[in-house]
């Protein structure tokens, strides 16, 4: 079964709009971070915000937000003001905190086509 | 800000060959991870070390993958006889913690690793 599922191959957004990327999780570990990375066409990973199983907040960094409902298992971000430069792939990601090798576990990914 | 570094950014070896890729990880982080992306997919992880041991495995990484920190600061995986199907994006990352709270897990600049 897929622990990291990421609905949207790709998205378009217009310049300065926000934008909403799907994910849902599937753990059985109440202990639980979840991640979101950006990945450029030049291929680094690059970490976007975190959210951790427990935390009664959503997360935010700048621009970006995560939309956390825990019951339904979704971590959704939102970029909000998009730009050009938020053209990319975007890769949710969950770290169990229960397994021993601490290991993260990626989505297929979304790419996302910022459009001027 | 400290990063993980990783040598070569692009190898490019003949099928059967052996190639060792370099990671230093950031200097107080104690857990080290290697990942594999192949083109357009999505990030897989290969092995978790901690404490100069394996915690972790994928079914990826078989008997023709190791790892070793054969000093203080450097991560290495060897790949012993590389195939075709080994072409790919390889991600170094390291983390300090056991626990997903708050603390990503920091990747490095990716090698790509092209098998002819």
């Known amino acids: 079964a897929q622990k990291i599922t990421q609905t949207q191959p790709g998205m378009f957004v217009q310049e300065k709009e926000a934008v909403t990327l799907d994910c849902t999780y599937d753990?059985?570990?109440?202990?639980?971070?979840l991640f979101w990375y950006k990945q450029p066409s030049s291929g680094e990973m690059i970490f976007l915000i975190y959210q951790g199983s427990y935390d009664q907040q959503n997360a935010t960094e700048g621009r970006y937000s995560l939309n956390f409902q825990k019951a339904r298992k979704s971590a959704n971000l939102v970029i909000s003001a998009s730009q050009l430069g938020d053209s990319a792939m975007y890769f949710c990601?969950?770290?169990?905190?229960?397994?021993?090798?601490?290991?993260?576990?990626f989505g297929a990914g979304t790419r996302l086509f910022v459009k001027a | 800000e400290p990063e993980v570094t990783q040598t070569p950014s692009h190898q490019v070896t003949q099928m059967g060959q052996e190639v060792i890729l370099r990671c230093v990880p950031i200097?107080?982080?104690?857990?080290f991870y290697w990942y594999r992306q192949i083109l357009g997919q999505k990030v897989e992880f290969l092995v978790s070390f901690y404490n100069n041991e394996i915690s972790e495995k994928s079914e990826i990484f078989d008997d023709q993958f190791s790892v070793e920190r054969p000093d203080g600061s450097n991560f290495t995986l060897k790949i012993r006889s590389t195939k075709l199907e080994d072409s790919a994006m390889y991600f170094c990352?390291?983390?300090?913690?056991?626990?997903?709270?708050?603390?990503?897990?920091?990747f490095g600049p990716g090698t790509r690793l092209t098998v002819l």
């Open positions: 990601a969950m770290r169990e905190d229960g397994t021993g090798g601490f290991k993260t576990i």
């Open positions: 753990t059985s570990d109440p202990s639980y971070g």
């Open positions: 990352a390291s983390t300090n913690t056991r626990s997903s709270g708050g603390n990503e897990q920091f």
């Open positions: 200097s107080n982080h104690l857990y």
